[in-house]
């Protein structure tokens, strides 16, 4: 918003005004309270160039929030994702051991029907074993254990 001066001793102070704002520098040959145009061009010329900082200062910091805020985004999408992958091999395991459990029934099942098949057809065909005979099995099976240990 740079005001347009009518003379060049005007625009030459308004411009020094700016400088030495900018370059935080105090010219002394200016005063506040003159009724010169130089001078009142001169400290238009820093509080000008104070405004422009300002903003400036506004813009980096909005520019820094905004940034801020696009990394806490980040962060909350790839936690979201992270509890997401967690849950679903969470579930994966849980099917596992189901599956597992399952196939370990089914196992049971299967042993227990061959079981109960076995002791049918030993029921239904039963065999007479003398005590004698009964022992010499005992004793082969021990020797048997012992030999495998």
């Given amino acids: 918003m740079s005001r347009h001066y009518y003379t060049s001793d005007e625009r ?30 001169y400290f238009e010329g820093r509080k000008e160039q104070e405004e422009e900082e300002q903003r400036r200062r506004e813009e980096e910091e909005e520019r820094e929030q905004q940034e801020l805020r696009r990394e ?24 596992e051991d189901e599956r ?11 042993l227990s029907l061959q079981v109960n098949n076995d002791l049918l057809e030993l029921e239904g065909n039963p065999t007479s ?19 495998e240990i």
Avoid: P
């Fill in 12 to 41: 030459d102070a308004f411009n020094q005004g700016k400088r030495d704002e900018e370059e935080h520098r105090r010219n002394y040959e200016y005063d506040r309270y003159s009724s010169k145009d130089e001078d009142r061009a």
């Fill in 72 to 95: 806490d985004e980040r962060y909350e999408r790839q936690m979201e994702e992270r509890r997401r992958e967690e849950e679903e091999y969470e579930m994966y395991l849980q099917r």
């Fill in 100 to 110: 597992q459990y399952e196939a370990e029934l089914q196992a049971l099942e299967s």
């Fill in 129 to 147: 074993i003398t005590e004698q005979e009964l022992f010499m099995q005992i004793e082969e099976d021990e020797r048997n254990n012992v030999d």
